[in-house]
């Protein structure tokens, strides 16, 4: 009987053993469970708190890649100058420039060149691109800037420059107009018709009532502005009319300065184009050069601001 009972109580007490050591190895497991799921909920809590500041700072300064910029020859320092000044606090930003005549750039651009910016050295070349220009002078409806971009950038001067030493002694516009109807006179590079600074040397032969057909003898062509700047520069011309800022940069005198009634405003329009291969940072550099320090750049070499 008493064995009964102590073999009964064994087995009392083997259960409640092993009822503990069952609620002993539940507890561990709920533990675990629970130390789970905060570890993940951290992570992921702190790396949505880092994914947001990491995208602000680069809105804020992370622009990158390649910005494609056409701009007329005569912006070639001082463009070039202020790309340095962005790329500097912009180090992932590649800004690669593409120095013509307006027109040639102009042309590029209508035959699918990639390009984010396009500075013109005369109206007539960004309207020829821009659908809300007249349509007289968009003759072929072309539709490539985009317009809420477009703004007057600066103005520039048509000079009347000469070789070092002034060899023909040529001091005004007023004199050139008469020496250029003298066959063999003097010698004048200009732009070509297509260049925006040829046509203002133009409009300047038209105010003198002066046919340029028929003083062909007396001139020379540039595709550019560089190229009739160097004419002068190499005295291989008498004279050349140019920009003044051409002039100052390759350190040449000018003797005479065209007036607004001799050949108009000398505007160069700046915008960014709706194909844009890089908005964001074309974006970005486009509203630099409206900036003071970019203006002080301008400003060194005889460019009026106007932006």
Known sequence: MKKSITK???????????????????????????????????????????????????????????????????????????????TQDNPDVNLIF????????????????DCDIFISAGQKQMNQLDIEADPSVNTDGLDFVDTATRFNLLENKVVLAVPDGNPKEIESFDQLAELLVEDGAVMMAMGNEDVPVGQYTQ???????????????????????????????????DCGV???????????????????????????????????PNPEAAAAFLEFIKSDEASEILESVGFTPLS
Request: aromatic letters at 6%; hydrophobic letters at 40%.
């Open 8 to 86: 009964v109580l064994a087995l009392v007490l083997a259960l409640v053993f092993c009822a503990g050591v069952m609620a002993a190895c539940g507890n561990s497991s709920g533990e675990t469970t629970t130390a789970a799921p905060e570890t993940t909920t951290t992570k992921a809590a702190e790396t949505t708190t880092a994914a947001p500041e990491t995208t602000a700072e680069e809105t804020e300064a992370g622009l990158s890649g390649d910005v494609i910029v056409f701009a007329a020859a005569s912006m070639k320092e001082t463009l070039t100058e202020i790309g340095e000044v962005f």
């Open 98 to 113: 593409t120095f013509d005549s307006s027109g040639t750039l102009k042309t590029q651009i209508e035959e699918g060149a």
């Open 203 to 237: 409009k300047i032969l038209a105010y003198y009532n002066i046919d340029e057909t028929a003083i062909s003898g007396n001139i020379t062509y540039g595709s550019n502005v560089k190229e009739v700047t160097t004419q002068v520069s190499e005295a291989t011309v």
């Open 242 to 276: 140019v920009y003044a800022t051409d002039a100052f940069s390759a350190g040449l005198e000018w003797v005479d300065e065209a007036t607004k009634d001799m050949c108009g405003q000398i505007i160069y329009p700046a915008a960014m184009l709706k194909e844009a």
